[in-house]
């Protein structure tokens, strides 16, 4: 058995072992055919049914909501900022956003390009370092949808709760936490993310869409761009990354077989706790980046009294088998990414460590 590195990469990020192994079993025949599942074709009858069985699960992780469809598409979390209001932006209303911080500042960006586009809520003020009141969410006169981020990927705030918007659209992107914890999915009338946190590989993005929204959209848009070519072609209108939906279906068996969302979210809390009792009980050698009401369960940001510091911080980590624990080039620090495939050993090795390095640092 080879070495697994302690890893808190942001995305890509750690798959679950048991996933890599059985895809490792499965590489070269997969399902008997005599071939792997990326030699075979997307319309045949073995592909299309892990296609299959990718969307039945994830809806059935979800607790089967009625009236939604997921679809797999390419072009990342990205491009989902701009077919969101290229889809839904109609004549005469207005995108609204709630800005939280990175990720939503691009999604914001994406739909000034195609539109009117309104802030409804914000913790600029703040730079992003808690979360907006819900509360306090104003929308415009003529709304199309509201479009939140539940996990700020960088910063390291996450959503708890998300507001009732009644007939406007919510929209999320759910990019770093989804899967992470039960959700009512009927509050929203589309989630997107992409995969490569919680999902499975990089390269597919996944839409969980009220079907009355991905039906009937704008003729106007280039093909691809629609989503209603991929939820009339079932996301089989043009060649699909199939090898990151084996690797999704696979991730999703696993969640199954960990209890589910209320599982995933026992043993996410419990990692997140661990990390964050180990920050707030070191007394002040490590520095919690967020308000505490606001803290992410996925991307733990913290600091330490000098960049010096931290920079000596990352380099005894990797020594000690830790990878990206660096933060983000934009906010610097330091972040621990403990999406749901993060094992709670390593953690523990990471709480550990920090000890140590308090000790012999502080
Ligand atoms: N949204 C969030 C919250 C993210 O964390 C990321 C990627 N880190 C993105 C969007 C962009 O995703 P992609 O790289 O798949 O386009």
């Known amino acids: 058995m080879n070495r697994r590195?302690?890893?808190?990469n942001a995305g890509p990020a750690a798959l679950p072992l048991e996933v890599l192994e059985r895809a490792q079993s499965e590489f070269v025949?997969?399902?008997e055919s005599g071939m792997s599942i990326m030699e075979m074709s997307h319309r045949g009858a073995i592909y299309e049914s892990v296609h299959t069985e990718a969307q039945e699960r994830l809806l059935s992780l979800l607790g089967n909501p009625k009236g939604y469809k997921v679809l797999f598409l390419q072009g990342g979390a990205?491009?989902?900022?701009?077919?969101?209001p290229m889809n839904f932006l109609g004549q005469g209303q207005q995108a609204n956003y709630v800005l939280t911080g990175s990720w939503a500042e691009k999604a914001v960006k994406e739909s000034k390009l195609i539109g009117d586009t309104h802030i409804a809520a914000s913790s600029e003020a703040?730079?992003?370092?808690s979360l907006p009141n819900l509360d306090d969410i104003s929308l415009s006169d003529n709304p199309a949808y509201l479009h939140m981020t539940s996990n700020e990927t960088i910063g390291g705030?996450?959503?708890?709760?998300?507001?009732?918007?009644?007939?406007v659209p919510l929209i999320c992107d759910m990019s770093s936490d989804i899967l992470s914890r039960p959700l009512d999915v009927n509050q929203f009338g589309m989630i997107y993310a992409g995969a490569q946190k919680n999902l499975g590989p990089s390269g597919v993005t996944v839409v969980i869409a009220r079907e009355d929204m991905i039906t009937n959209s704008p003729k106007h848009l280039p093909t691809m761009l629609r989503y209603s070519t991929h939820t009339s072609n079932d996301s089989l209108y043009n060649t699909p990354p199939s090898f990151g939906i084996y690797m999704i279906n696979e991730v999703l068996r696993w969640i199954q077989e960990r209890g589910g969302l209320e599982g995933i979210q026992v043993q996410n809390r419990e990692k997140a706790g661990l990390l964050y009792n180990a920050i707030d009980g070191s007394g002040g050698f490590y520095r919690g980046c967020v308000d505490a009401a606001s803290r992410s369960d996925m991307n733990v940001t913290f600091r330490l009294e000098s960049e010096e510091l931290e920079k000596a911080f990352i380099k005894a980590s990797e020594k000690e088998g830790f990878v990206g624990l660096k933060g983000h080039r934009s906010v610097g620090g330091l972040r621990a990414s403990i999406y749901n495939a993060v094992p709670m050993e390593?953690?523990?090795?990471?709480?550990?460590?920090?000890?140590?390095f308090k000790q012999t640092h502080g």
Do not use: W
Request: proline residues 2%; aromatic residues 20%; contains cysteine.
């Open 346 to 356: 390593s953690c523990k090795a990471l709480v550990d460590f920090m000890e140590h």
């Open 5 to 8: 590195a302690y890893n808190f």
């Open 157 to 167: 705030i996450q959503f708890k709760q998300f507001p009732n918007t009644g007939s």
């Open 78 to 84: 990205s491009t989902q900022f701009a077919m969101v």
């Open 29 to 31: 025949d997969f399902r």
């Open 126 to 129: 703040d730079n992003f370092m």
